[in-house]
């Protein structure tokens, strides 16, 4: 039996119609959801959420593991215990809505954790144990392995905001390491900074959220700006929202356009090397 707000029926009738989507990722990598991660690996946790190792240090995008999507939408996938997380050093919040900033779940992270986020999401963060660190497009966070630089995003930075400005409040990252660059998008639209972003650190990896604001046509032209590096396709799997129906659609949109991309399953892990070659061998034209 269904219960709960009228709302909570959308969500739920939503996960009925996705449930009968065929699985557009792999496989899920055994039993995710209470290990850690494996090293210099990226693992798919769903939405907005990836965990990146990188030479030991774990990376995490924009974590969201409710139960429940704002009260309305049902997670449909597993989502990982504090244990497959528990020695994550940096999280990245892209922006304060709230498919990316989740108060409670970032209070499951470790007080040895740093998360790093655009401005108008520090009043969000003050029932957190780990140190939050506020920064501006350009502000840098060094780590052990590599660098990670704050980028613009073109999108609202408030909570509730819905207007789209490319003004510091919604952040992209580039995480720049000895061997590759990984570039974040955050939520975004189509905008002048993607080619800013191939000018000054020429991505080797994006890590791409599409959906209504990054279309498949957006996110083509956006591809070809940072000089068509292989994408990893975020933003859908864990909850049952109106987008993940339209989702599939724009997915195949975007495969289309004939760039290399990974659409993985919630769960799935891959090497970063088997994403994008390390640069010492990689070919980069100029
Ligand atoms: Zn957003
Ligand atoms: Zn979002």
Redesign the pocket.
Known sequence: MISGTPCSWIGAACAILLSAVPSLGGVPNGDWTTTDPAPNTLNFWG??ACYLDIEGTGIVTDPVFAPWLGHLFPRIAPAPEPSAYDQAQIVLISHA?R??LHPATLATFSPATVILCPMPSVPHLTEVAARVQGLVPGERWVFPGGTIIAVPAHHPGGRNSLAAQADGGALGYVIATRERTIYYTG?TEYFPGFRAVAAKYAPDLVLL?L?AHLNATGAARAIQDLGSPPAVLM?HGAYATLNDLRWPRWRTDFAQAGTIHFDLAVGESRPLAQLSAPRAVRTVAN
């Open positions: 939405h907005a809505h498919d990316h939520d959220n959906n933003h």
